[in-house]
């Protein structure tokens, strides 16, 4: 039992090295002697554990999802109306993927190493476009407002919030900034919330 | 004289085959060899051209941002209103990660080696907002929303439309589309002109 203990924890600490490496450096750019100093195991215990790299990075993926659906429904399923909460649920993932490596790790790898079932994508779309759908049908929305149009504008401001969360860790000197990735994902709700055409607007083209 | 030309010629053989290896591979994953394969150059001609990969990765940079300042100084000064010109532009710069090697390497690489002066982003965001304060001043604004945020706004779609045209141009598994990378911006501006909220809804938060 102690050996099964100490093989477990040495797994999780494996995958919580590579996710801080694969999410600094990429798949293709991630030493695995650097997972292996970070961890504090050698090399033997690594490939003991993960045959290759792509397992590692697989493992990774894996966690990222995990994490990342148990987060979604530990949010307060009501009594709030289903458009809060769906903005609710991309303010989430903005806050994960400013905090949890492993997640912003599967972000990463997801797009670097294309695998339908690895996608992290998967563990959260179809909860939102559901909350989305939920608010169509509640008359929430513009009726010209389609939810699988919501579903992909959410993904283009979590894909935007991973890549600030990562030139925040990195204090990028590209973008200065003072807000954090939850806040601006929430300015931009704002704004689509209400729309941004004044009164002397013409019609959308 | 033919020397110097043959120069250029290898020059710009270089940096259109480094725009495609970088655009796939990033920049720890590009190999040299591959570039020169593509190229038809020795490794002994690009060592005289880019002494290190970082010089090749700063002049596909440099070429990806002049590309995109000649792109948008092209598009129509007027008389259309200068909100239909911002999005124009935003539409012209999804096109152009679409269907230039040079400018999709740039955007990526300039994430993945910060520089301020090479930052693809510096290429093109302050026309955009320039576009959006003038919109401002004449009225097609609602007046709560700013320029600026408009500006961060139209970051988060280019950065989405960036991934968008990778994933079409790998045929990613992950996200299987028929719509172009412009015409999913151009849909995302129809929904945030007009904005979400139905008559039932309330508030924004």
Redesign the interface.
Known sequence: MARQLRAVRTRQALVDAAATEFDR?????AALNRICRAAGITMGALTFHFSTKGELAAAVQAKGQTVTRAALAALPSGPA?A??RAIDATLELARLLEEEPTVRSAARL???R???EL?W?TSWITAVQDLFSQAYR????????RPE??A??S???I??AE?RA??AG?Q????PREASAVE?VR????????????????A??
């Open positions: 450096s990429g798949y293709a750019g109306p458009l809060h997801s797009r670097e294309p695998d339908g996608a994508t509640d008359g929430q929305l513009h009726a010209a407002v149009d919501l992909m504008l993904r283009f401001l894909l935007g890549h990562r030139a990195e990028s000197v590209e973008e601006e300015q931009m709700w704002d704004i689509i919330q209400r729309g941004i055409c004044g009164p002397s607007s013409l959308p083209s």
